[in-house]
């Protein structure tokens, strides 16, 4: 089975600083996908960035870059130059590659960019 | 595209009632998601499909849970009866997975788009 684990509940960052979440998983596949889905109050869940296993080179998406550690099984955010609009619950999410094309979320981290 | 249509955005009904929220998914996409989330238990997956087939119902939490897709644009979810404890906020999700393996393509296929919600109230 896979897990996803998000051990930050609540964080909060300066307006135009950096941030990073954490998230670390456990699976037995070899291949898969990472997510990172933000959720403003709107309720919208928002694809933010992806990742897929077998590369190497960590994804980045503009103000948001992921780290991702495969043989430690973490995938954590890193928010640059954070915005208000940043303002909002961020769930990892893990997809195997094959099989079950589902998404197992995490808990969440609700992120405050405080002005 | 419009993207995932979701409706009602909002249910509220009384205890013993029959619920229907539905979906509508983006179109040529073969794979749609029912999600509930929850404070106490987050997002999980409650079934899915594939080209209007369900294949993982595993998720459905009881007899009075029931979902269907008649067709490649809509979809269905039904609580009979419904009770206090299913008030949650219920997403419907699509994809396209009908892709190639890595490295050579599929690089979007796995990603599911997300509706709006329905955030549903049971007195």
């Known amino acids: 089975a896979q897990t996803v684990t998000q051990s930050q509940p609540e964080m909060s960052v300066q307006e135009a600083e950096t941030v990073t979440l954490s998230c670390t998983y456990d699976?037995?596949?070899?291949?898969?996908?990472l997510f990172w889905y933000k959720q403003p109050p709107s309720r919208q869940m928002i694809l933010v960035i992806r990742?897929?296993?077998?590369?190497?080179q960590n994804a980045t998406e503009n103000r948001f870059s992921v780290n991702f550690q495969k043989a430690a099984k973490s995938f954590s955010l890193k928010i640059s130059d954070s915005q208000l609009g940043d303002t909002a619950m961020y769930f990892c999410?893990?997809?195997?590659?094959?099989?079950?094309?589902?998404?197992?979320f995490g808990t969440g981290t609700r992120l405050t960019v405080i002005p | 595209d419009a993207g995932v249509i979701q409706s009602p955005r909002h249910e509220v009904t009384e205890m013993g009632q029959e619920v229907t929220l539905r979906c509508k998914p983006i179109?040529?996409?073969?794979?749609l998601f029912w999600y509930r989330q929850t404070m106490m238990r987050g997002l999980e997956l409650l079934i899915y499909?594939?080209?209007?087939?369900?294949?993982?119902d595993s998720g459905m939490p009881e007899d009075r849970f029931s979902a269907k897709m008649p067709n490649a644009s809509f979809s269905t979810l039904k609580i009979q009866p419904s009770e206090p404890r299913d008030s949650a906020v219920y997403f419907c999700?699509?994809?396209?997975?009908?892709?190639?393996?890595?490295?050579?393509?599929?690089?979007?296929?796995?990603?599911?788009?997300f509706g709006s919600g329905t955030q549903l109230s049971v007195l």
């Open positions: 999700a699509s994809s396209s997975f009908g892709r190639p393996a890595p490295p050579s393509g599929g690089l979007d296929g796995e990603k599911l788009f």
């Open positions: 999410a893990f997809m195997k590659q094959f099989g079950a094309n589902n998404l197992f």
């Open positions: 499909f594939n080209n209007n087939v369900p294949i993982d």
């Open positions: 179109s040529g996409h073969d794979y």
């Open positions: 699976t037995s596949e070899s291949n898969y996908y």
């Open positions: 990742q897929e296993a077998y590369k190497q």
